[in-house]
């Protein structure tokens, strides 16, 4: 045993602890030590029977993710042979309990599973998430869970990785008791009470690879696995490890203990050096490293926000205010009209009650929030709210009248936050006397489901106003990345790119559903001109008329979309955009915008032509990363694995190509720059490109080694 793993007495129990912190990881050395002290139980005739805990806020919260990536590099070769790790704790012939608070996810369920019983206390969870990561579970998860809940319980938690509450892992017979108590001592007693009790009854140690009582049958099973199959393909559409896990499942009911494992084993280690489990890995600790910011010490003192204000009840501030109140921040509302004001909180209403009505929390919950949030027609208040959000269209004029009268009226020390998404934060912080407070927080719609927050830095905000924009975002679970201050930031900036080539290749002889559709089977949520459609095609107009003066005299620009505005085909809203809408939003290839494309075309002197799918994606994929390396080598974005979050979590990037940067490391840089390079040559000045994408790509190097250096 080491420090990381102990065992004491209470009597004749032994208290095998897990100390790891902060979770309780399946490190190295952490597997070892409870081997070696489910030994010393065995071999310690006064020891009548065990239980494992973990010190602090948790069970085991799985395995130590960075081991994976050192497997993969070859940094080192698998280390100990865990699978045995958990036959030789089910093989103890002394009765062994599992005790779980906190969590016990991934390799901490696995190890859980290999125990005799399990305990719990109400508020634990178990699951096995590893399809998160691109994984499947590698050390029997696959093959114990179905014996102990069942095959569809186990397909449904192997295939989508969502955890259960304790009261759900009770009823499938995960576990085999809650306990009472709401810390790990009270599970300590409560398990040292229920193993004495097993002891007492002269039970015996009950092996979990020997209980295929809920294995089923061909027959039974035959629908379970046909359905989960159907469901992955849509729930994780692209994604490998969710079929693997339910092919992992399925030998478990085919195949004896010991065969299963091998197969899964098989599919673990295909998963595990594939493409997309490196993509998610890298996405799972890019949400981590977006948090740092390098000139902003982690001591920085925060702004007490204990109360907030929002201009504008449209659906951006009404989604907002939602973010607040969820939070439990009280918040004002303010509108100009009553009507506004009360449409505004007729949708809040509504959403909660969906809520409701779906079981995500109870009515007393959507009572509490509602009473939070407080509908206004006046400033008053304003003066007291530790910070404001301004959430109206965007437009200059308007928003530096706004911010003008914030300045007047709030308190010295409140936060002036602008949603503008796309807007010059600085020439809105010049209206005030305070542009030390100024900054942007660009949420993204729906504000009170996407998990995005762009904070965008003006060159005048401090410090503790950024620390305070990081650490709220976190408050109201959303992904803060901070970013530059230039036209549309990352996310929009980026996507004007994509956007235009999108609209390019349609001019050029693409039909809009073939762009859409090589999107969407990239992986992209939605295609671009649906997406457009679905935002709303008058959004860019207005956008694109208030930037006029920034455009390049002789510069191609797309021809397409603003004709459609001017008929008054403004997307989902008017049933008619780049598509037609039926009654049910259902788009509908339109032949009125095919003979609009062409007519626009000839007038353009464009020779159409037919465009394949692998010029859709290249085009489209590589205007975003060229725009990237731009945006990255100006300071605009911290590092390349930013943009990969923004683009993740604000624009249906799929998680599991790691976002347009990582991405572009997987293609490799210098077929990228070559491809760029040949745009260029044929399309001119809209693909010159980026210094650092030729740099790199000259150097044969990669975005994620430049996060590295930088």
């Not at 080539?501 to 939605?526: C, N, S, T």
Request: with cysteine; glycine share 10%.
């Amino acid at each position: 045993m080491s420090d990381l793993v102990t065992l004491t007495r209470d009597g004749e129990i032994g208290i095998i602890t897990v100390n790891n912190p902060p979770v309780n990881a399946l490190s190295p050395g952490v597997p070892e030590g409870i081997s070696a002290a489910i030994e010393e139980v065995t071999k310690d005739d006064s020891i009548k029977g065990a239980i494992l805990i973990g010190s602090g806020q948790t069970f085991i919260a799985g395995a130590d993710i960075k081991e994976f990536g050192k497997v993969t590099s070859g940094e080192r070769k698998e280390g100990i042979d865990f699978l045995g790790v958990l036959l030789a704790i089910e093989d103890c012939s002394k009765p062994v309990v599992a005790a779980i608070h906190g969590t016990a996810f991934g390799g901490g369920l696995e190890v859980a599973m290999a125990f005799h019983y399990r305990v719990a206390i109400a508020s634990a969870q178990v699951g096995q998430p590893e399809v998160k990561l691109g994984l499947i579970p590698g050390a029997a998860g696959t093959q114990r869970l179905p014996r102990l809940a069942g095959v569809a319980k186990a397909v449904q938690m192997c295939a989508d990785g969502n955890p259960v509450k304790a009261s759900e892992a009770l009823a499938a017979g995960i576990i085999d008791a809650v306990v009472d108590g709401v810390d790990a001592a009270a599970l300590q007693q409560g398990a040292v009470e229920f193993l004495r009790g097993k002891l007492a009854a002269g039970e015996k140690p009950r092996k979990t690879r020997e209980r295929n009582e809920k294995l089923g049958d061909e027959a039974s099973n035959g629908p379970i696995f046909a359905a989960a199959r159907e469901m992955a393909k849509k729930a994780a559409r692209g994604m490998m490890a969710p079929q693997a896990a339910i092919d992992a499942v399925e030998a478990a009911t085919r195949l004896s203990f010991a065969e299963g494992c091998a197969r899964e084993a098989e599919l673990f280690k295909q998963c595990l050096f594939s493409d997309q489990s490196k993509a998610l890995i890298h996405v799972f600790f890019g949400e981590r490293e977006v948090s740092k910011i390098p000139d902003v010490p982690k001591d920085t003192p925060l702004i007490d926000i204990k109360s907030a204000a929002i201009v504008g009840a449209g659906t951006m501030g009404g989604g907002i205010a939602m973010n607040y109140a969820n939070a439990g921040i009280p918040v004002l509302l303010k509108e100009t009209t009553q009507e506004a004001l009360d449409k505004g909180m007729a949708t809040i209403r509504r959403n909660y009650e969906n809520s409701v009505k779906k079981g995500r929390f109870s009515q007393e919950v959507m009572d509490k929030r509602m009473a939070l949030i407080t509908p206004t027609l006046s400033w008053a208040g304003f003066e007291t709210a530790d910070i404001v959000t301004e959430a109206v269209f965007e437009g200059m004029a308007l928003k530096k009248e706004i911010f003008a009268e914030l300045d007047r009226i709030c308190k010295p020390g409140a936060i002036l936050a602008s949603n503008t998404s796309t807007l010059d934060v600085d020439e809105i912080a010049s209206a005030t006397s305070r542009p030390e407070y100024v900054i942007g927080h660009h949420y993204f719609s729906p504000a009170n489901v996407m998990r995005l927050l762009e904070i965008v830095r003006g060159k005048a905000t401090n410090k503790q106003v950024i620390a305070t924009s990081m650490a709220l975002a976190r408050r109201l679970k959303k992904i803060g990345v901070l970013v530059g201050n230039c036209y549309g930031f990352v996310g929009n900036r980026m996507l004007h790119q994509y956007g235009r080539e999108a609209q390019f290749l349609v001019e050029e002889g693409a039909k809009p559903q073939e762009v859409d559709a090589a999107l969407y089977k990239f992986g992209m949520a939605m295609g671009p001109l649906a997406v457009g459609d679905l935002a709303g095609l008058d959004v860019g107009w207005r956008i694109r008329k208030e930037h006029a003066h920034l455009e390049k005299p002789g510069v191609r620009k797309p021809l397409v979309a603003d004709q459609l505005c001017e008929r008054g085909r403004y997307g989902q809203k008017t049933g008619a955009g780049w598509y037609r809408y039926d009654e049910n939003r259902k788009p509908i290839p339109d032949a009125e915008v095919d003979q609009l494309i062409e007519e626009l075309a000839a007038q353009a002197g464009i020779r159409r032509r037919t465009i394949t799918e692998e010029e859709i994606i290249e085009r489209t994929q590589y205007a975003l990363i060229n725009e990237g390396a731009k945006i990255l080598e100006e300071g605009i974005a911290l590092r390349a694995v930013d943009i990969d979050i923004v683009y993740l979590n604000g624009y249906g990037y799929p998680a599991w190509r790691g976002g347009p940067m990582w991405y572009a490391d997987t293609v490799g840089l210098k077929k990228v720059y070559d491809r760029v390079c040949r745009f260029h040559e044929e399309h001119g000045e809209l693909w010159t490109p980026a210094p650092l994408l030729r740099r790199l790509a000259e150097e044969g190097k990669s975005f994620a080694q430049y996060d590295k250096k930088s």
